[in-house]
Each structure stands twice: as structure tokens, then as C-alpha cells.
């Protein structure tokens, strides 16, 4: 069995924010779910996988946020024009018959990595497509990453697989999950385990969210 993940969040702002703003005539922005609408069905078309799901961030703050408060205090807020196609998006994905997931007080990172834990227990093959390179550490041989990127409205895919990872780091994936929490990252303004007390490990996005997974609706 293969099971295809979306990074819901993740592709659709790679989408919005690489294509021109698109508008209906009543004046509805639908740059974003077009791009994302597109990325699907060329990630559909490479991998075609036996199940879907689509993961998404719910806006409550989650675990992290409760740990540390300047968690993703840098972050500016979700463009306007972008914050009206999510719901839009979920919607219509719903509409069409695919499952959406999200979990309150985990983000979609943390579902990409629970989904892709109990594939390799199940010996499933897990595929995982998203705009964000943290994921790269989940690369098994039972999961490979798709790095989506929308460049001149069109949808780029970059393969990501053992051969990949250890071709490109000159180290194995596994070696990404400890570097990067251990020293923390900006774009989340987290200042890793090292930085507040040390640790015999850092956490790995591959361990699984401690709630049921719901789906949205």
C-alpha cells in the first residue's frame, strides 16, 4: 500500500505566493487553490498512490506554544488574500472525497511524521509532499519526500529518497533530526534543546501525536 501525505499548509502558501493573485468575477481570490489544485494532480500522476491525506494546522496553539511562548513569535500573520481560500480549499477537498486530518494542539508536521511512523510499522510505503525541507529528515526506506515548489505558476517537484539525502549531506537522514532541534531554528524562533538544558536527544517529527487524529469537516 501506498499512502500519499499533503502538507496541506505548506503547499497551498508555496502555492499562493508563487503564482499572481487570481480572482473570480465576484471578486473571491483563487491563486492559492488553484496552485494547490495543480501540485496535486502532478504528485497524484507521479506517485499514484493506493490513499490520500491531507494534513492541515488548526490555529488553537499547540504543545510547542505551550512549552515555549516565543514559539513562531516571529511569524508574520496569514496574508488576508490567503487566509480566505483555506477554508475554501478544505472544502472542496472534502467535497471531492479525500480525507483531511488535523489534530488539536499538533501542527500538520507532526502528522506527516506519526503517518509516516505507523506506514513503516505496517510495511507500507509512505510518500510525503511538502514545501518544507525539515521534513527531509523523515526519509526511510519506507518514506520518501516530495519537495513541491510552484516557480512561474508552475508546479515543481523535487524526489528526496535515501540515495538523495545521503548524496546531497554526505550523512544519513536520521542525522537531520537531532542537528536541528539541538540548535534550533529561526524561522521558528526555537532556540533548540542545547540553548535551555541539555538533553540526551532531540525530538524527532517522526514521533507520534499523543491525541486521535480527527477529520475535518
Not at 499514484?48 to 500573520?77: C, E, L, S
Not at 519537495?147 to 537531520?176: C, M, R
Request: proline fraction near 6%; include cysteine; charged fraction near 20%.
Amino acid at each position: 500500500m501506498k499512502l500519499l501525505v499533503l502538507d496541506g499548509n505548506s503547499i497551498l502558501n508555496r502555492a499562493f505566493f508563487g503564482i499572481k493573485l487570481l480572482t473570480t468575477k465576484e471578486g473571491d481570490f483563487t491563486n492559492g487553490i488553484y496552485g494547490f489544485l495543480t501540485m496535486f494532480k502532478k504528485l497524484w500522476d507521479e506517485t499514484q498512490p493506493d490513499a490520500v491525506a491531507i494534513a492541515f494546522d488548526r490555529k488553537a496553539p499547540t504543545f510547542r506554544h505551550q512549552k515555549y511562548a516565543g514559539y513562531k513569535a516571529n511569524r508574520k500573520g496569514m496574508p488576508e488574500e490567503l487566509a480566505q481560500q483555506l477554508p475554501v480549499l478544505q472544502q472542496l477537498l472534502t467535497d471531492l472525497g479525500y480525507q483531511i486530518v488535523s489534530c488539536e494542539g499538533w501542527e500538520a508536521d507532526d502528522i506527516l511524521g506519526t503517518l509516516s511512523a505507523q506506514c513503516e510499522r505496517e510495511g507500507a510505503q509512505c510518500v510525503i509532499a511538502t514545501g518544507d525541507r525539515d521534513s527531509l529528515q523523515l526519509v526511510s526506506p519506507a518514506t520518501t519526500v516530495r519537495l513541491a515548489t510552484t516557480k512561474f505558476g508552475q508546479p515543481q517537484v523535487t524526489l528526496y529518497d535515501e540515495a538523495k539525502i545521503q548524496g546531497t549531506t554526505a550523512s544519513p537522514p536520521a542525522s537531520s533530526s537531532t542537528s536541528r532541534p539541538s540548535r534550533g531554528t529561526a524561522p521558528t524562533a526555537s532556540p533548540g534543546w542545547r540553548a535551555s538544558a541539555p538533553r540526551g536527544r532531540g525530538s524527532s517529527s517522526r514521533s507520534s501525536a499523543a491525541c486521535s487524529i480527527s477529520t475535518t469537516t
